[in-house]
């Protein structure tokens, strides 16, 4: 099907650390399609973590197949690994990993510099604009990233991470370093975004977050233990 952005099919990861092998994850199936809003949460060490930074491609499977946008990913080399991330993922962190030396503009500019083809000054500054707006942050597009509140911060983050059109936005723990009403208000922009048709897969230990996806998956000990869609309270 031409709406699949995400299909990864029996998923394994093992870490090997001197004689220890840890299976992170096994026998994830996970099929993600466009305009769906995923949430995954678990325990502290349930493999959270580990199968988002796979679906970021910041890291490769031990075995099982991943594809987004029908292109097989399961086994790229660094430096393609890199250059699909740049086209194809946003990521929101914990921590917002802006450049306080950069205008808020620049920071949300910047993975457009790394496109194979550097668009015109007319292309960014309209594409820039039009994310600052999505995330309600316009009026603050001259400021320095440490001029703004936490949850402002966290929103130019959004509009990096969405500015260069990815397949799917990546979102660990976004509310992990605010106040609960930042934490609110980030958590509206992010439904707002999937509203109007952002697909979105976000990690977080919050149950009332979680809850806000229309599909909530389980991890336990590596593996999806409850995969449900929401039921739609009519
Ligand atoms: P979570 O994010 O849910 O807390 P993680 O994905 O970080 O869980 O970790 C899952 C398991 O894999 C844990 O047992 C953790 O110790 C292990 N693990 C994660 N990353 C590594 C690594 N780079 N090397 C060795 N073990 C790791
Ligand atoms: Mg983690």
């Known amino acids: ?3 699949i952005k995400i299909e990864m099919k029996n998923i394994g990861k093992v870490f090997e650390t001197d004689d220890v092998e840890t299976h992170a994850l096994r026998g994830v199936d996970i099929v993600i ?20 930074s796979l679906l970021g491609l910041l890291d490769m499977p031990s075995s099982g197949s991943y594809a987004i ?15 699909i991330r740049n086209e194809k993922i946003g990521f929101v962190f914990q921590s917002f990993n802006l450049i306080d030396e950069l205008s808020v503009f620049d920071n949300v500019a910047l993975p457009l510099q790394y496109k194979k083809e550097l668009p015109t000054d007319e292309f960014i500054k309209a594409r820039v604009e039009t994310c600052l707006k ?3 942050m316009s009026h603050r597009a001259d400021h320095k990233p440490n001029q703004l ?11 990096r991470a969405l500015v260069a059109d990815p397949a799917i936005l990546l ?3 976004p509310t992990g370093n605010l106040d609960s009403k930042s934490g609110d208000t980030v958590m509206a922009v992010l439904a707002e975004l999937n509203k109007n048709g952002t697909t979105i897969c976000m990690v977080t230990h919050d149950a009332r977050y979680a809850n806000m996806a229309n599909i909530q998956l389980k991890l336990l000990d590596g593996q999806i233990v409850k995969d449900e869609p929401l039921k739609v309270a009519v």
């Open 171 to 173: 979102v660990d723990e």
């Open 1 to 3: 099907m031409t709406d």
């Open 134 to 136: 999505m995330v309600e």
């Open 69 to 83: 946008e029908g292109l097989d990913v399961s086994s790229l080399s660094l430096d393609e690994a890199a250059r």
């Open 33 to 52: 399609r466009a305009g769906e809003y995923i949430s995954i949460s678990g325990p502290s060490g349930c493999g959270k973590s580990t199968l988002l």
């Open 149 to 159: 509140s936490g949850g402002q911060q966290q929103r130019i983050a959004i509009a």
